[in-house]
């Protein structure tokens, strides 16, 4: 049962374009958002989040999106670099129901096109 | 400013040995978290801390896993008789409870290769 899913296994954008990476999940209880960066044999670095409380959260060239009823979010880089190509997950935590461990999705490869 | 460490990066075992995995959290982190990632796949839970105490143990974790953090501070997992199916990425992650929803930070990952 894939509570989070990201259903773009990859992504190509040139160099300077905006890029969007998008993330679906089923579990109502989810109220908390993350996107980590993930480079080959390094751990995931965490990037941006959002509670649910909010649709939208910007942190210079990233800015995630929540739609609640659609159970939607999406990661926007503009520009992007070639320093972002890497792999990107979504994940989420229904903390305020005291269940902070966190589900992923399966992953975004974006490969930044120079 | 240091991050979540762990050791080894990398290890090579025989299926049916036994190895250990350290992990140092961010210093005044509370709790920590362990994470497993296959090929493909994204993390996923297997058991978590706040300071000494395990508060959750996932399915995957079966009998011959073993997590502890004895002092709150560093934590092992032990992984006992080990099959080809446990080759993974294990990862480590840790974060602070306070007010509000908690982010957490990951370490570098302990890359398990069984033969």
């Known amino acids: 049962d894939q509570q989070v899913k990201q259903n773009s296994p990859s992504l190509s954008v040139q160099e300077g374009r905006i890029s969007i990476l998008n993330c679906d999940y089923t579990n109502s209880m989810f109220d908390y958002f993350l996107w980590y960066k993930k480079y080959p044999a390094e751990g995931p670095t965490f990037l941006i989040s959002?509670?649910?409380?909010?649709d939208k959260n910007e942190d210079g060239r990233f800015t995630v999106f929540l739609n609640k009823s659609a159970k939607h979010l999406s990661l926007h880089i503009v520009p992007s670099q070639p320093g972002d190509s890497a792999v990107y997950f979504c994940?989420?935590?229904?903390?305020?129901?005291?269940?902070?461990?966190?589900?992923f999705g399966t992953g975004t490869r974006l490969t930044i096109i120079p | 400013d240091t991050g979540v460490s762990q050791d080894p990066r990398h290890k090579i075992t025989k299926r049916g040995q036994n190895v250990t995995f350290r992990c140092d959290p961010i210093?005044?982190?509370?709790?920590l978290y362990w994470y497993r990632q296959t090929l493909g796949q994204g993390p996923e839970f297997l058991t978590y801390?706040?300071?000494?105490?395990?508060?959750?143990k996932s399915r995957l974790l079966s009998d011959r896993f073993s997590a502890e953090r004895p002092k709150g501070s560093f934590s092992t997992l032990e992984i006992q008789r080990t099959e080809q199916g446990d080759s993974a990425m294990y990862l480590c992650?840790?974060?602070?409870?306070?007010?509000?929803?908690?982010?957490?930070?990951f370490g570098p990952g302990t890359r398990l290769l069984v033969l």
């Open positions: 210093s005044e982190h509370n709790r």
């Open positions: 994940a989420a935590s229904a903390w305020s129901f005291g269940n902070e461990k966190l589900t």
């Open positions: 801390f706040q300071n000494e105490a395990q508060l959750e």
């Open positions: 992650a840790s974060s602070f409870t306070g007010y509000g929803a908690e982010t957490q930070y």
């Open positions: 959002i509670s649910s409380i909010k």
